[in-house]
């Protein structure tokens, strides 16, 4: 059986796992920062005022944006590196190239983070293609003309 280039499917998911933890350690300060401060408004609100709301919208309106901030930069600051890859990634000794086998730079690695965005908003499904295009591609590397390779 001949080994393929290529960072397979579960590969991805691994490196995917690793690189949520990674990030998470990263930004639950942050979170954790805001979520007390959504508290603290909140105990100073009468019971059943209509501004109670108001904190937990504060609190999306800046923790989700922020999340996603994070998340990019992560990603395309690591990618667009000498490293050409996420922590997750790196650990499993697979990197990102474009189709010639070139690094990526950091607006290339941006975006392919915001396709990867559109490859989860249709059910994962762009994702999933990975499983089953010859280059083990999802949409997101499709649109993004790059390969998840083997180091």
Known sequence: MVSSPYGGFWMRVL?????????????????AYFVFRMIADM??????APEQL????????IVAPLGLIVQWLYEALLVSSS???????????????DEEGNPLSFEH??????????SGLILGIGFLMVAFSSR?????DMIAGTLVIKS
Do not use: C, E, S
Not at 43 to 48: E, G, I
Not at 109 to 118: D, H, I, M, P
């Open 15 to 31: 490196a995917y796992i690793i690189d949520r933890i990674v990030v998470g350690a990263m930004f639950a300060p942050l979170a």
């Open 43 to 48: 105990h100073h609100l009468p019971p059943n």
């Open 54 to 61: 108001r904190p937990i919208f504060h609190f999306v309106g």
């Open 83 to 97: 490293w050409q890859a996420t922590v997750g990634k790196r650990v499993l000794d697979l990197k990102i190239t």
């Open 109 to 118: 690695a941006t975006g392919r983070f915001f396709a990867k965005v559109l």
């Open 136 to 140: 083990k591609q999802g949409l997101h």
